[in-house]
């Protein structure tokens, strides 16, 4: 039973295209995350949605454009696709570290690998 | 600004010794810190994390160490297995925020 899944696993495309990425927790959670693991494997925190509301923005191109229908689920929809964006993607959700209850841990999803050619 | 650093690229360990994977920070706001661990084609696992006002922690074969005034943090794995050979991230964060900083991770590799 999978505690957070994203779709699809693998995502090649040309550059200039728009691709969704999709992500599901059944955690429970209330925040949810979504980082970039580039080439030299370093893993960045993009944005995080607590309850469906933005929380972090962390310099991110306008191309990438997250939903958050309900707070289980937390899309990535990026726009004019470019070399640069290929990179693993994952969405991770915790419970968050504010409020009475603190779990500092986060859960990740298995990724998404992006190539754009 | 690299605010969590792990020096060590890779570590090669024979099974059943003790493997300790390093980590040092920059940020002296930190409240946590977190070790993760990750297989080829997974989403890093969390293993263990330890709070600033502590300076041990324990779980199971796993316990991490932190010592703030050298703002330095270790991952012991004792007895080493097989199973573990994968890359260790650690990961650093402030209370209140939800935002993790990781490291660029060590590749542990425990060989019979």
């Known amino acids: 039973d999978t505690a957070v899944s994203q779709t699809p696993k693998y995502l090649v495309t040309q550059m200039g295209n728009d691709k969704s990425i999709k992500c599901e927790q059944n955690?429970?959670?209330?925040?949810m995350y979504w980082y970039k693991q580039d080439s030299k494997k370093f893993l960045k925190i993009m944005f995080s949605y607590n309850n469906k509301e933005l929380i972090i923005n962390e310099t991110v191109p306008n191309r990438f454009s997250p939903k958050s229908p309900d707070k289980a689920h937390l899309n990535l929809h990026i726009n004019s696709l470019e070399l640069g964006d290929s990179a693993v993607y994952f969405c991770?959700?915790?419970?968050?570290?504010?409020?009475?209850?603190?779990?500092?841990?986060?859960?990740f999803g298995p990724g998404t690998r992006l190539t754009v050619t | 600004d690299q605010q969590v650093k792990q020096n060590s690229p890779s570590l090669s360990v024979q099974e059943g010794r003790i493997s300790i994977l390093n980590c040092d920070y920059t940020?002296?706001?930190?409240?946590?810190f977190l070790w993760y661990k990750k297989y080829p084609a997974e989403g890093p696992t969390f293993l263990i994390s330890i709070s600033s006002i502590k300076d041990k922690n324990e779980d199971g074969r796993f316990t991490v160490f932190l010592n703030k005034s050298a703002k330095h943090l270790s991952l012991h794995i004792v007895p080493s297995q097989p199973g573990d050979s994968a890359v260790y991230f650690c990961?650093?964060?402030?209370?209140?925020?939800?935002?993790?900083?990781f490291g660029t991770g060590t590749r542990l590799q425990v060989f019979p």
């Open positions: 955690l429970g959670h209330d925040t």
């Open positions: 991770a959700s915790s419970l968050g570290t504010s409020g009475s209850k603190k779990l500092y841990e986060q859960y």
């Open positions: 990961a650093a964060g402030i209370d209140n925020t939800d935002k993790l900083i």
């Open positions: 940020n002296s706001m930190f409240d946590y």
